[in-house]
C-alpha cells in the first residue's frame, strides 16, 4: 500500500466539498416523485408550488440534512477511532455504542412507547448510547491501555446484542418484531427537523471533545512511548476521542438506525489519497462518509420489486466488499 500522499489534504478536501454540494442537489430532486433541478432550487427559496415547496423543505431538505450529518459522523469517527486503537480495522462499532443505542431503540418499540410520539424511538437510542458512553468514559479514566478497550467495547456489543436477541424473542406481536428489524436495517426516510434538532447537540457535543485531538494521534502514530515524550496526556487523549465518539455515533444510530461500513472504509479511500498521518484524514473522512451516506440513500428510493432497500442494507453491499479488500491488502502488508 502507498504511504505518499497522491494529492494535497486541501485539494481533496476542496475537491469532496464540491463532489458533496453536487450529491446533495441531485438528492434533493431525486425520489418517487421527480422534479427537475430547477424545481429544486425553487423550491428550496419556496418560490416553486405548494406541493413542490413542502416536498422540497419538509420532506427531502431534512433527509439531505440528516443524511451529510450521519455520515460525516460515522466518517470521522471511524478515522479517530482507527487512530486512537492503531487498527485499520477499526470503526464506530468496535467501542460498542452502535448496539447499544439499538439496544435502547428495541427496547421503546417493545415496550410500545413509539406511539407516543415519533421522538420515542431516537430518546431511546440516545438514552442507550448514553448508558455506553458512561461505561466507556469510566473505562478510559483508569488509564485503560487500547486492549482493554477494545475488550471493553466487545463486551458491551455482546451484552447489547443479548439484549436485542432476548427482546425480540420476546416481541408481543410478529408486527412489532418486524418494527424492530426494520428499524434496525436503518433508514432516513420520512426524517424531520425534529430528528436533525435531536441529533445536533450530541453531534456538536461529539466534536467539540475531540477538537485537536489531530495532533495528538498524530504523536500517537510514532508510539505511546514517543507520544509520551511529545507531552501528550494519553489518558485524556483517549477519554476525549472515546466520548466524543460515543455520543457523536450515538445520535446517529438514534435518528438513521444501524448503518455500518462507513467509518471503516472511508478511512482507508483517504489514506490512499493523502497518506497515512491521522490528523490529515478526519477531514476528508468526515466528506466522504457524507458523500457515501447521501448516494447510498438515493439508492434505497429506487423501486426494486415489491419491498424497498433500507440504508443498512445498501451499506452491507457496498462495504462488506470493500472490508474483505482493506483485510486480504493488509495481511499482505504484514508479511
Known amino acids: 500500500m502507498n504511504t505518499t500522499a497522491i494529492v494535497s489534504p486541501v485539494s481533496l478536501n476542496a475537491f469532496l466539498g464540491v463532489v458533496l454540494v453536487v450529491v446533495a442537489s441531485g438528492a434533493g430532486f431525486f425520489g418517487a416523485t421527480s422534479l427537475s433541478l430547477g424545481q429544486f432550487f425553487n423550491g428550496l427559496l419556496g418560490q416553486a408550488d405548494t406541493a413542490t415547496n413542502i416536498i422540497v423543505q419538509e420532506l427531502r431538505l431534512p433527509r439531505i440534512l440528516l443524511g451529510a450529518l450521519c455520515g460525516a459522523t460515522l466518517g470521522y469517527a471511524g478515522a479517530l477511532l482507527q487512530g486512537l486503537l492503531r487498527n485499520p480495522l477499526a470503526d464506530p462499532g468496535v467501542i460498542g455504542v452502535s448496539a447499544s443505542a439499538s439496544l435502547g431503540a428495541v427496547i421503546v418499540i417493545y415496550l410500545g412507547a413509539a406511539t407516543a410520539g415519533s421522538m420515542a424511538i431516537p430518546m431511546g437510542a440516545i438514552a442507550g448510547a448514553l448508558v455506553a458512553t ?4 469510566l473505562v478510559s479514566m483508569r488509564d485503560a491501555s487500547v486492549l482493554t478497550l477494545i475488550l471493553a467495547g466487545v463486551g458491551i456489543s455482546s451484552l447489547a446484542a443479548a439484549g436485542i436477541s432476548l ?3 420476546f416481541a408481543p406481536h410478529p408486527m412489532t418484531l418486524q418494527e424492530m428489524i426494520l428499524w434496525m436495517m436503518g433508514s432516513l426516510e420520512n426524517r424531520s427537523y425534529s430528528d436533525v434538532m435531536l441529533a445536533v447537540p450530541f453531534m456538536a457535543a461529539g466534536a467539540l471533545c475531540v477538537i485537536g485531538a489531530g495532533q495528538g494521534l498524530n504523536a500517537l502514530s510514532l508510539g505511546e512511548d514517543t507520544a509520551r515524550t511529545l507531552g501528550i496526556d494519553l489518558k ?11 455520543l457523536a455515533v450515538g445520535a446517529t444510530v438514534a435518528v438513521a438506525g444501524a448503518v455500518g461500513f462507513i467509518g471503516l472504509v472511508v478511512p482507508h479511500f483517504a489514506r ?12 476528508p473522512s468526515a466528506l466522504m462518509g457524507a458523500i457515501l451516506l447521501l448516494l447510498a440513500d438515493m439508492v434505497t428510493r429506487m ?3 415489491y419491498g424497498q432497500l433500507r440504508l443498512g442494507v445498501v451499506m452491507g453491499v457496498i462495504g462488506a466488499p470493500v472490508f474483505l479488500y482493506i483485510i486480504f491488502k493488509t495481511r499482505e502488508t504484514m508479511r
Do not use: D, W, Y
Request: charged share 15%; glycine share 12%; hydrophobic share 60%.
Open 134 to 137: 458512561g461505561l466507556l468514559v
Open 167 to 169: 427482546v425480540m424473542n
Open 236 to 246: 485524556l487523549l483517549r477519554l476525549r476521542i472515546i466520548a466524543g465518539t460515543a
Open 272 to 283: 490512499a489519497l493523502i497518506g497515512f498521518e491521522p490528523k490529515k484524514l478526519l477531514v
Open 303 to 305: 423501486p426494486i420489486g
